[in-house]
């Protein structure tokens, strides 16, 4: 049996699906604060129109959005009906729409267009470009599009990380593991495991499996250029992460590109 048949997965991880209530205790949302005033900078300083409204592609939960609605008008697509509605409870002053970020068409452009880490969802160069194509066509001219992958192949470490927190009688700790199969250099695995304990102290152990791209930062850089972008790496300033450890990827649509 091959390794990627073993490692498929058709319906997705179950964070995002049967798990998805729990999700505010895996990341909660006054820990994205720090982050969303980054993305926010990033755009005011780089787009060359007033940034009005966006185009958050792979929302998750709305925790970005719960901070940028402040001065975007957000549009919140995720191709998960469960996070969706997790980010309506939390976000109901904003759009939301059912999507894949390889495929949707909005018939419409936004001047900051964003595709934070469930960017690392597309584990291959084929899938990569589409998303990337489908924010080049949701971007104004002069507007920017920021896409922030986990790693790339410069800066990926295997590794472990822990985290969780309490909530409304519940809680949650997870144990995550890193690694990179033998027979593959374009994607590696993020093994999950969840620790869940409910208002009656029971608790649950689970399993999930996510499977994550990982492509080289000149591969980025020409897939950016080669939708129609100019391209350019930015660091990722984030007082959890080091100068060097993380970066995040710009894309400037051309004021005048002969095709808006």
């Known amino acids: 049996m091959s390794f990627n048949h073993e490692i498929s997965s058709d319906q997705g991880p179950l964070l995002y699906r049967d798990l998805a209530d729990w999700y505010p205790l895996l990341t909660p949302v006054g820990d994205y604060a720090e982050e969303a005033a980054f993305y926010r900078h990033l755009f005011e300083t780089h787009c060359r129109r007033s940034p009005r409204t966006l185009l958050d592609l792979g929302s998750g939960g709305g925790h970005n959005a719960a901070y940028l609605k402040a001065t975007l008008a957000c549009t919140l697509v995720d191709l998960a009906p469960a996070m969706l509605s997790l980010s309506s409870r939390l976000n109901p002053d904003c759009e939301h729409v059912q999507g894949d970020m390889r495929s949707i068409r909005l018939g419409r452009v936004f001047d900051c267009v964003l595709l934070h880490d469930a960017v690392s969802y597309m584990a291959s160069r084929t899938d990569l470009a589409r998303a990337i194509a ?94 129609g972008f100019d391209s350019l790496v930015v660091p990722f300033e984030h007082s959890s992460y080091s100068d060097t450890g993380h970066e995040v990827f710009l894309g400037r649509r051309p004021v005048a590109d002969g095709r808006a």
């Not at 994607?187 to 304990?197: G, Q, S």
């Not at 080289?216 to 250029?225: F, G």
Request: proline share 5%.
């Open 134 to 227: 489908t924010a080049f066509e949701h971007t104004a001219p002069g507007g920017v599009a920021m896409f922030q992958p986990d790693f790339v192949s410069e800066t990926f470490a295997p590794g472990t990380e822990t985290g969780g927190s309490d909530g409304n009688g519940r809680a949650l700790r997870y144990l995550e593991w890193r690694w990179v199969p033998d027979s593959r250099t374009d994607m590696y695995v993020t093994d999950m495991a969840y620790l869940l304990r409910d208002v009656n102290g029971a608790v649950e152990v689970i399993h999930d499996r996510h499977l994550m791209g990982l492509f080289p930062r000149a591969v980025w850089l020409e897939l950016i250029s080669t939708a």
